[in-house]
């Protein structure tokens, strides 16, 4: 089974003498960052969609085989709420193609107060093209229903699996081929760090199921500190394969 392991962004000062050697300028942050792992969460995309040409510098600054994951931005989850996909999803699409084979999935992370609307869940992933992976990350308890697991399933389409305090706050449904996790905040000192059973309950979970072929994405987006490095070295190190693939 290939893990994927990274962080949620690489931009953050506090990393400097943690993952980046101190004096490093920040414009060579990613190169840094690539170095030591082989997939990043562009989480900033949320807040405002780079340009095409920054992510056709950002392929040129990786090397082959590394893979960034998109967090969809918040005018479709947030404004639209899903409504209206087609639009922002189709520029959501271009801007990233430059990444060529360097984008990974996309994350839709939805509002805590959007409540289930299969519906539209439905209509927006099918704005996606069929080769891009895409995972939701809901947050209000109404999305826990059979509807919303089937338009998951029928799209192929990946329920983020998602951690906070050391706990799962998902149902830990297998909804494609893939899969998908996110840690917010762990609760080993220092905070926000997971301790290493936090860890390796996770590890557990995911080896229990998906099969030896599947590729699973995971990334800390406890960032504070530098929490998110450790945890993700630490987390690379449980779900290595046995030959250290």
Not at 70 to 77: G, H, I, N, P, Q
Not at 94 to 99: G, N, Q, T
Not at 139 to 152: F, G, K, M, Q
Request: hydrophobic share 40%.
């Amino acid at each position: 089974m290939a893990v994927h392991v990274g962080t949620s962004g690489w931009q953050y000062r506090d990393w400097s003498g943690v993952l980046y050697p101190p004096g490093r300028p920040q414009r060579l942050w990613l190169e840094e960052y690539a170095r030591n792992f082989s997939t990043v969460e562009l989480n900033n995309a949320f807040y405002r969609l780079p340009a095409a040409d920054t992510f056709a510098q950002w392929r040129t600054r990786t090397p082959p085989g590394f893979v960034m994951a998109v967090k969809a931005s918040r005018f479709l989850t947030h404004v639209k709420r899903l409504r209206e996909p087609a639009e922002p999803v189709r520029r959501l699409m271009e801007h990233a193609a430059p990444l060529g084979d360097r984008l990974g999935p996309v994350l839709l992370q939805l509002p805590p107060t959007l409540r289930a609307d299969p519906a539209a869940l439905d209509a927006c992933l099918a704005c996606f093209p069929r080769t891009v992976r895409v995972a939701v990350e809901p947050r209000h308890e109404s999305w826990w229903t059979a509807d919303v697991r089937s338009v998951l399933v029928d799209r192929g389409a990946a329920l983020c699996w998602a951690d906070r305090r050391s706990r799962p706050v998902t149902p830990l449904w297998r909804t494609a081929d893939w899969g998908y996790v996110r840690f917010h905040e762990g609760r080993a000192h220092p905070s926000p760090r997971y301790g290493r059973t936090a860890l390796r309950s996770w590890a557990d979970r995911i080896v229990d199921t998906w099969p030896a072929e599947a590729e699973v994405f995971a990334y800390f987006n406890n960032d504070p500190g530098g929490a998110a490095v450790a945890n993700a070295r630490s987390f690379r190190r449980l779900t290595a394969a046995p030959d250290g693939g």
